[in-house]
C-alpha cells in the first residue's frame, strides 16, 4: 500500500493550487483521509480531513479557501486551495487510515510535495 501525492508549486498570493494524492495497493477499506503540512522550523499540523462518508474537518487557518474531497471509486483525495497566502508555503503530506488485505493496517503517508507561495 502507498500514497502518492502531487500537485505542489510555486504560486503567487492569491493564486490557487490542487494538491490531489492515490491510494494504490492491496486494500480493504480507506477509513478517513486527509492533508497536512509542515513549514521550515514548525510542527506538522493537520490541514483537512474528510471521512468516509464525507465529513470535512479544517483548520481555522484554511478554512473558507481549502476545500477537501475524495473520490472513494479511485481512491483519492484532493485538496482545492485557493486565495494562498505566503504562510500556507510548506511540504504538505497526504494521509490515510487504511485496512490492508495484506500487511500492514493503519496510518499511512504520501512523500510530500512543496508549496511555494511567493511573489
Known amino acids: 500500500v502507498q500514497l502518492q501525492a502531487s500537485g505542489g508549486g510555486l504560486v503567487q498570493p492569491g493564486g490557487s493550487l490542487r494538491l490531489s494524492c492515490a491510494a494504490s495497493?492491496?486494500?480493504?477499506?480507506?477509513?478517513?483521509m486527509g492533508w497536512y503540512r509542515q513549514a521550515p522550523g514548525k510542527q506538522r499540523e493537520l490541514v483537512a480531513a474528510?471521512?468516509?462518508?464525507?465529513?470535512?474537518n479544517y483548520a481555522d487557518s484554511v478554512k473558507g479557501r481549502f476545500t477537501i474531497s475524495r473520490d472513494n471509486a479511485k481512491n483519492t483525495v484532493s485538496v482545492q486551495m485557493n486565495s494562498l497566502k505566503a504562510e500556507d508555503t510548506a511540504v504538505y503530506y497526504c494521509?490515510?487510515?487504511?485496512?490492508?488485505?495484506?500487511?500492514?493496517?493503519?496510518?499511512?503517508w504520501g512523500q510530500g510535495t512543496q508549496v511555494t507561495v511567493s511573489s
Open positions: 494521509n490515510a487510515e487504511i485496512v490492508a488485505i495484506v500487511g500492514y493496517s493503519g496510518r499511512y
Open positions: 474528510i471521512t468516509s462518508s464525507g465529513s470535512t
Open positions: 495497493g492491496s486494500m480493504s477499506r480507506i477509513n478517513d
